[in-house]
């Protein structure tokens, strides 16, 4: 259970740190450039932590990006509230804020993980335009994309080389990394499913942004006023940029990130209903239970009695 109730938001150096303490042999894998860039075989891993960890199966953020590809066995690992079972020549991409677990991981399995901050790219384009190329990458696209065997081969190549060149230590280059993650994306793209909006217009843009800052701030701002100023935007503005994009409302998709927050906290939280309902900004629990039983059909109390999944 999470103690104090927040799902906590986690930099690299961080997720580091919670590794470290479940094997002091983990400074290994670790290099200067891990806050930028870090990789490793998942079964390097495996062999000296008892996975997963309890880092794992508590709800967290990463402020980077990240992938798991699972080259033998199979994984279960969520994106929000949606869990993936997924086997061998598949891969998970999760986008920086977005809430996940890593619920299991069968013995024997082998991959690869790789966390990046976007900075790393950021040198020769910018994220808009990697957003619009690299679809998977968007906040709320399908994270698993299986490949086959041809071109699993070239992607073995690319990791192996990445994790080369990481292993270098400080003399880690730093447009090598970048040009082989780079050619991974694009030998991934064909396998992924392109059904994403148009991500070249502003509109789309304003709206990724906006989702990005409902990740960070969604305790401390419940009001889409807060974040239209967070834009340097009119909350008409946001809102219209919202329905040009995902047919829904500003408030519409505020409401959406908030009933995550309380789900994950009904579940996955020793508060008490009222603290929930406070730290989602409904202060009155009967707000609160209206709030909740209108979204989902039943109360908060029964939510986390019988753990309905709507």
């Keep these: 259970m999470l103690e104090g109730g927040n799902i906590p938001i986690l930099d690299a150096i961080q997720l580091e740190t919670n590794f470290f303490k479940e094997s002091n042999n983990f400074t290994a894998f670790t290099t200067?450039?891990?806050?930028?860039?870090?990789?490793?075989?998942?079964?390097?891993?495996?062999?000296?932590?008892?996975?997963?960890?309890?880092a794992d199966i508590?709800?967290?953020?990463?402020?980077?990006?990240?992938?798991?590809?699972?080259?033998k066995g199979r994984s279960i690992k969520s994106?929000?509230?949606?869990?993936?079972?997924?086997?061998?020549?598949?891969?998970?991409f999760l986008p920086a804020y977005q809430i996940t677990t890593h619920q299991e991981?069968?013995?024997?399995?082998?991959?690869?993980?790789?966390?990046f901050d976007m900075q790393l790219l950021n040198v020769d384009y910018k994220t808009k335009d990697l957003i619009n190329e690299f679809?998977?990458?968007?906040?709320?696209?399908?994270?698993?994309?299986?490949?086959?065997?041809?071109?699993?081969?070239?992607?073995?190549?690319l990791l192996d080389r990445l994790i080369l060149e990481y292993k270098t230590g400080e003399k880690c280059r730093m447009n090598v990394l970048r040009m082989y993650l780079m050619t991974l994306f694009t030998e991934i793209l064909p396998f992924?499913?392109?059904?994403?909006?148009?991500?070249s217009n502003s509109a789309f843009l304003i709206t990724e942004q906006y989702k990005k800052y409902l990740a960070e701030y969604i305790y401390d701002k419940q009001k889409v006023s807060d974040y239209a100023e967070l834009l340097a935007i009119s909350p008409n503005h946001l809102n219209k940029c919202v329905k040009n994009t995902l047919g829904k409302s500003a408030h519409?998709?505020?409401?959406?990130?908030?009933?995550?927050?309380?789900?994950?906290?009904?579940k996955q939280s020793n508060l008490n209903i009222s603290e929930i309902a406070c730290k989602i900004g409904r202060n009155e629990i009967s707000s609160f239970g209206r709030f909740f039983k209108a979204q989902t059909g039943v109360s908060p109390s029964e939510y986390r009695m019988i753990g309905f999944n709507a």
């Design 135 to 157: 679809t998977f990458l968007e906040f709320n696209a399908n994270p698993t994309i299986t490949v086959d065997e041809e071109a699993k081969s070239n992607i073995l190549h």
């Design 32 to 54: 200067k450039i891990h806050s930028n860039f870090h990789i490793n075989r998942v079964e390097d891993y495996m062999k000296i932590v008892s996975f997963p960890t309890q």
């Design 192 to 199: 992924a499913n392109n059904d994403n909006p148009n991500t």
């Design 252 to 266: 519409d998709v505020l409401n959406e990130m908030l009933l995550l927050e309380a789900k994950f906290l009904l």
């Design 58 to 71: 508590v709800p967290r953020r990463l402020s980077v990006y990240s992938f798991f590809f699972l080259t």
């Design 105 to 115: 991981i069968c013995a024997g399995s082998e991959g690869y993980y790789c966390h």
């Design 79 to 92: 994106k929000g509230l949606n869990s993936y079972d997924f086997g061998e020549n598949t891969f998970f």
